[in-house]
């Protein structure tokens, strides 16, 4: 709350000095009444009663010659916003432990904080280990966005790496997008062996339908402590492995798609990944501002007037009988 003419509030000043004149006139006036009529006394205290209907009026006018009021900005967005799907390996080899506590729930931290970063976007989530499945549709809700990427979890598909349908299956869910940027971002961490589209084939099909593809390559390569085999319960059992990437071939599929390729080793390089990629793709968002501003002085003399009439109707009431 502001006021628009705070200077008329002086005259508060003298107000209060007339106030305080008047109290100390009556308080002189008293003794001499009291010692008439008991009618004149009664009259008296009445009458400076009344006049303090007539002080809350002048304050309330003055208050309201200040122009309290009430401003505050609006702001309206307009974004220009992406639609980025993310395709995560959910492979057996994703829960290898070169990195703490592993590959996948690094992943998932990191991808989920990507979304966060991206308020205007629309952000869909597909999963693929020897199959691909979509995860999440394309959606602005952050809070869903990164429910479902908490929930994806290693042997819910068969196991194998197929990077073909992970990226096909991304590329489905973006063909009809009426986006302008379309955007697929794709992590992996071994090479392709298994499903019925190729990941150049997939690339291709990103390409003719304008949507930039950037892969992610995460994992050291050599021997790390990876699952061997899966057991009875579901779990599986680690064991000393060698692991190596098929660099060449994520390289060709970002290269045909405008994209780029990254290799992360730890998770900080994965951070480092994705604040880039956050970078290049930028949402354009146009803010316009509208300040809007409130006055509330009509209320108070509004509330003047009442105070005025009140005065008027209680001096015609007490007082309608003296000449």
Known sequence: MTLAAPLWLLWLLPLAWLIRHKQQQNSF????????????????????????????????????????????????????????????????????????????????????????????????????????????????????????????????????????????????????????????????DGENNAGYIAPVQAAEMAQTLGIRVYTVGIGTEGVVMSPAQRNQDGSYSFAPRYMRFDTELLEEMAAATGGKFYRARSERDLKYIYGEIDRLEKTKIEVTTIRRTTDYFHWLVGAAVVFLLLELLSAWIFFRSVN
């Open 29 to 188: 006036r008293l003794p001499r009444a009291a010692s008439g009529a008991v009618g004149g006394s009664w009259r008296s205290s009445v009458k400076a009663r009344i006049l303090w209907l007539r002080w809350i009026t002048l304050a309330l006018l003055i208050i309201a010659m200040a122009r309290p009021q009430l401003k505050w900005n609006e702001e309206k967005i307009k974004a220009d916003a992406l639609d980025i799907v993310l395709s995560m390996d959910i492979s057996p080899s994703m829960l290898s432990r070169d990195f703490e506590p592993d590959r996948l729930t690094v992943s998932k931290q990191v991808a989920a904080d990507f979304v966060e970063n991206r308020p205007h976007d629309r952000i869909g989530l597909v999963a693929f280990s020897a199959e691909a499945f979509t995860q999440c549709p394309l959606t602005t809700d952050k809070k869903v966005v990164k429910s479902f990427i908490q929930e994806l979890t290693v042997g819910r598909l068969e196991d194998g790496t197929a990077i073909g349908m992970g990226l096909a299956t991304a590329v489905n869910r973006l063909k009809d997008s009426p986006s302008k940027s379309k955007v697929v971002v794709l992590i992996t």
